[in-house]
């Protein structure tokens, strides 16, 4: 079975342009999750959707920081404008109900 | 609120010795608890859960932790490391004021395995 798809792998732009980060979940599972993981802070929840309906924003650091999920299978989530201190890596993680969260490979993004 | 504090942000053992990574978690209720591996430039895997129907969990790859109510601990071990395991470890627990369907993660440890 196909795990949690996101892309791009690998992300390097300049500070002030827009990055949208993408991820396709697990074909069945209802809940969906953006976390940002870095040295400093470890794992952080950004957001996350159930149903394609967001439930808790809280962890979005800023307005420049948005996220949408159109259908069941595409999730996106964007930056605009990007600043250095977004650098991290950036996961979409998929789960079924309470089940555990199945984890993408991740989105390493580097702003110059 | 849940919390889980993981005791040592890096543990160093020797190839064949044992692995003990300490977990630590505060909850009202009787919690939903997890561990992930994550090896670098990969995201989270899950090694084992906890939900209540044994104190002692096995997993993959030989890792095992047990529940321990009484000292609000899920500790992982494993009896002899391999290289392989080489890897950060996060223990989780389930945030059951959402019902269970967030996570809530402990800052990880580092294992590094010695030759």
């Known amino acids: 079975d196909a795990g949690v798809i996101q892309s791009p792998r690998h992300e390097v732009t300049e500070m002030g342009q827009e990055v949208t980060l993408r991820c396709k979940p697990i074909?069945?599972?209802?809940?969906l999750f953006w976390y940002r993981q870095t040295m400093m802070r470890g794992l952080e929840l950004l957001i996350y959707f159930n149903n394609n309906v967001p439930i808790d924003d809280s962890g979005m650091p800023e307005d420049r920081f948005s996220a949408k999920m159109p259908n069941a299978s595409f999730s996106t989530l964007k930056i605009q404008p990007s600043e250095p201190r977004d650098s991290a890596v950036y996961f979409c993680?998929?789960?079924?109900?309470?089940?555990?969260?199945?984890f993408g490979d991740g989105t390493r993004l580097s702003i110059l | 609120a849940q919390s889980v504090t993981q005791l040592g942000s890096h543990v160093s053992v020797s190839e064949g010795a044992l692995v003990l990574l300490r977990c630590n978690y505060s909850?009202?209720?009787?919690?939903?608890l997890f561990w992930y591996v994550q090896y670098p430039n990969q995201g989270l895997q899950l090694l084992l859960k906890?939900?209540?129907?044994?104190?002692l969990v096995k997993g993959i790859n030989g890792f095992e932790a047990e529940f321990k109510k009484s000292e609000t601990s899920f500790h992982l071990t494993k009896p002899s490391a391999h290289m392989s395991d080489a890897a950060e470890y996060f223990c989780a627990v389930s945030d059951t004021k959402t019902g269970g369907f967030k996570t809530i993660f402990g800052a990880g440890t580092r294992l590094f395995v010695k030759a």
């Open positions: 909850s009202s209720v009787p919690p939903y």
């Open positions: 993680a998929s789960s079924f109900g309470s089940q555990p969260q199945h």
């Open positions: 906890y939900t209540s129907a044994a104190t």
């Open positions: 074909s069945g599972h209802d809940y």
